[in-house]
T-cell receptor, first 114, second 111 residues
Framework: ETGVTQTPRHLVMGMTNKKSLKCEQH?????MYWYKQSAKKPLELMFV???????ENNSVPSRFSPECPNSSHLFLHLHTLQPEDSALYLC?????????????FGNGTRLTVT | SQELEQSPQSLIVQEGKNLTINCTSS?????LYWYKQKYGEGLIFLMM?????EEKSHEKITAKLDEKKQQSSLHITASQPSHAGIYLC???????????FGQGTELSVKP
């Protein structure tokens, strides 16, 4: 058990669909993150939340909309995605946003856009 | 912006052999993290290094951060099939403490 749970594990959606990814952490951490992992590319940071406040939006297209209702839950709302958005989406949490706080990752959601 | 380059990109070793993975940064490292990932799963935290010259070990895996703090190495002794996976280095980008990552090194261990 990783302490960070992501659902669903797999998601297939059409370009006109609307879906949401969910992340929950049971570690008492204050910071949560969304990363995108595409084949043969480094992990790309998408969003950072610290104490429920968004502190980073790494030039992510507006078809990705994050939501952080509290420090334990993080959502990624998806709409009108493109096939190139197919990837593994990883959620992570850390005690704080800082150099001494390792990230703890969930197992990811494998997203396929058709 | 800071970039991390890992070498090699992939590695196949015979069980029992030693191996080393390198992570080189374009800028000074202030926090270097090593993670392991099984295909299609999340990253598992292995070790964190912060001081130049620092060395940490966990079971048969040893990581070092060089004195100039721009390179780290991960060494596995007497590799086992359970060591197979993708190893990623991550570094604090000094902009709010967010981690950036290398592209990963895929390790296969032949029984």
């Amino acid at each position: 058990e990783t302490g960070v749970t992501q659902t669903p594990r797999h998601l297939v959606m059409g370009m006109t669909n609307k879906k949401s990814l969910k992340c929950e952490q049971h570690l008492g951490h204050n910071a949560m993150y969304w990363y995108k992992q595409s084949a043969k590319k480094p992990l790309e940071l998408m969003f950072v939340y610290n104490f429920k406040e968004q502190t980073e939006n790494n030039s992510v297209p507006s078809r990705f909309s994050p939501e952080c209702p509290n420090s334990s839950h993080l959502f990624l709302h998806l709409h009108t995605l493109q096939p190139e958005d197919s990837a593994l989406y990883l959620c992570a949490s850390s005690q704080d946003v800082g150099a001494s706080s390792p990230l703890h990752f969930g197992n990811g959601t494998r997203l396929t856009v058709t | 912006s800071q970039e991390l380059e890992q070498s090699p990109q992939s590695l196949i070793v015979q069980e029992g052999k030693n191996l080393t993975i390198n992570c080189t940064s374009s800028k000074t490292l202030y926090g270097l993290y090593w993670y392991k990932q099984k295909y299609g799963e999340g990253l598992i935290f292995l070790m964190m290094l912060q001081k130049g010259g620092e060395e940490k070990s966990h079971e048969k895996i040893t990581a070092k951060l060089d004195e100039k703090k721009q390179q780290s190495s991960l060494h596995i002794t007497a590799s086992q099939p359970s060591h197979a996976g993708i190893y990623l280095c991550g570094a604090d980008d000094r902009k709010g403490g967010k981690l950036i990552f290398g592209q990963g090194t895929e390790l296969s261990v032949k029984p």
